[in-house]
């Protein structure tokens, strides 16, 4: 696992700190719950300002393009999670996620997500939807909703895993 600042400014090393503190043990967490790998895992910490710029660069990194999207989700969350060359990037806003125990809901939650980019067709599918966002290959009215239900599923599994996060309550 990879963690580097993205623009970070020296306030926000505290929240930093804990992200790389925590990050494998969220990562153990997901794969006993799920029963599966999240597999390589990019993670660059943020702050509010840098989270959309960070998010769209994993993007752009990952379907190789220079120029923004015409559509965009998520830009405003405490975490994004998207594929990488590798596996999965995370970008992780720590100035929004104002303690330690929302630092450590978000990052278990972006695991999962890491986990079930992993899953048969779900890399695919979201290389499919950035081409579409991105302006690249439009996806069918049917293949949007199928892909906009699936995330949504994602997200509400994501959501129930959180939980686990009070297992690190203790660690420093």
């Known amino acids: 696992m990879q963690i580097t600042p993205y623009k970070l ?33 990019e993670i660059r910490v943020t702050n509010r300002r840098h989270f959309a710029e960070a998010v769209m660069e ?18 405003d969350n405490w ?9 999965a990037v995370m970008v992780i806003d720590v100035e929004s996620c104002r303690t330690r125990r929302e ?14 980019l992993r899953r048969p067709g779900i890399r695919d599918a979201v290389l ?4 579409n966002n991105y302006g690249i290959d439009q ?15 994602h997200e509400r599994e994501a959501a129930r895993l959180e939980r686990f996060a009070r297992q690190l309550r203790n660690f420093h």
């Open 103 to 116: 630092i450590d809901r978000t990052l278990i939650h972006e695991h999962v997500h890491a986990a079930q």
């Open 9 to 41: 400014d020296a306030r926000h090393q505290p929240g930093f700190a804990r992200v790389e503190a925590v990050a494998d043990n969220c990562s153990g967490i997901v794969i006993r719950e799920l029963g599966e790998g999240t597999g390589h895992v």
């Open 79 to 87: 975490g994004f999670t998207t594929v990488s060359a590798r596996g």
């Open 58 to 75: 994993a993007e752009q990194e990952a379907i190789g393009v220079t120029r923004r999207p015409l559509l965009s989700d998520g830009y």
């Open 139 to 153: 996806l069918a009215k049917r293949e949007a909703r199928l892909l906009n239900r699936q995330v949504a599923a």
């Open 128 to 131: 499919a939807g950035l081409r």
